[in-house]
């Protein structure tokens, strides 16, 4: 691809979006080498594309794999690197082994993260002085984000804020570049849903995991299965206008529910939202200064 054509506003997309992706295409080029924390989802797979299309050979796109990433989560990552062509690499996270990480207090998503970090150091021995770039955009900015702070602290950069992008802008990005993520559900780690102050554990996580799949199979491709008390405790999050289908299958989710595992099973009423459990950081931060800060 000609500099012409890099420059050029893409055809059939809006110009702010246009813009953006000129922006986000420029920092990259001034980068020249960057190591992308890669998770498959429409942010860093619009940033590991940009980047592979950039800079070729100097852009490597790197997957933590841990107990929190979700094995189709973990397919759908490799299968979208192999069909672009985009150099993917995987390494295992620590964060399981970390007592902070394990006791999810508020910035659990720090311990989470500076697990990826100190993953992610060894790997610049591939590509000598390469940033390390994560897919944050600028809607993340004012969100309850620990990891951010991880990131800044070990210097990662973020050519998507840097660039403008929004979560929005992101999706008509990867919609105007052909990118089958443009539409793919937001699928935050496993470990998001285990409610603040319980232990994450693989044994937890494997629960949450199994009971998504059960009620996803049933027709819901976007749900959440939050664990309460300690994992005995499942609650169903589906969107607003599912609730009542899921009401009316519950003889078949709650056994499929209680057979990953879980002693109880609910539905929420109030329907699927991100970041629902964020509304028990104020008791979690109340039990002592652990819970929510990074130190």
């Known amino acids: 691809m000609s500099a012409a054509e890099h420059s050029a506003a893409p055809p059939h997309t809006d110009a702010e979006t246009g813009a953006a992706l000129r922006r986000l295409r420029a920092l990259l080029r001034d980068l020249g080498q960057v190591l992308v924390a ?16 950039e800079l070729g050979g100097c852009a490597l796109a790197v997957t933590a794999v841990s107990p929190s990433l979700a094995a189709a989560e973990r397919r759908a990552a490799r299968d979208f690197a192999a069909e672009q062509g985009i150099a993917h690499l995987e ?3 620590d964060e399981g082994e970390r007592p902070d990480y394990i006791a999810n207090g508020g910035d659990r998503c720090f311990h ?3 697990a990826l970090f100190d993953a992610l150091a060894p790997l610049t021995a591939l590509l000598p002085g390469a940033a390390v770039a994560v897919g944050t955009n600028l809607d993340d900015l004012g969100d309850h984000r620990p990891g951010q702070r991880a990131a800044a602290r ?6 998507l804020a840097d660039a403008g ?3 929005a802008m992101v999706r008509r990005a990867a919609a105007h570049l052909g990118l089958r993520t443009a539409a793919k559900p937001a699928a935050p780690c496993l470990a998001s849903r285990v ?3 319980d232990p994450v554990t693989p044994e937890v996580l ?3 995991e199994a009971a998504e799949e059960a009620v996803r199979s049933r027709g819901f491709p976007v749900v ?15 969107p607003e206008p599912d609730i009542d289908r899921a009401a009316a299958l519950r003889g078949e989710l709650e056994p499929a529910v209680r057979a990953c595992g879980f002693t109880f099973c609910s539905l929420d009423l109030a329907g699927f939202a991100g970041g629902r459990l964020n509304a028990l950081l104020p008791v979690v931060e109340a039990a002592g200064p652990a819970a929510g800060s990074a130190g």
Request: hydrophobic residues 40%; glycine residues 12%.
């Open 38 to 53: 890669y998770s498959g989802g429409a942010d860093s797979a619009l940033l590991a594309y940009t980047a592979h299309r």
């Open 91 to 93: 390494v295992c996270t």
């Open 112 to 114: 989470c993260k500076s």
């Open 154 to 159: 070990r210097g990662a950069v973020t050519p």
């Open 165 to 167: 992008f929004t979560k």
């Open 195 to 197: 409610a603040y102050g």
């Open 206 to 208: 494997a629960r949450i």
């Open 224 to 238: 959440r299965v939050r664990a309460h008390a300690g994992g005995t405790v499942a609650r169903i999050e589906v």
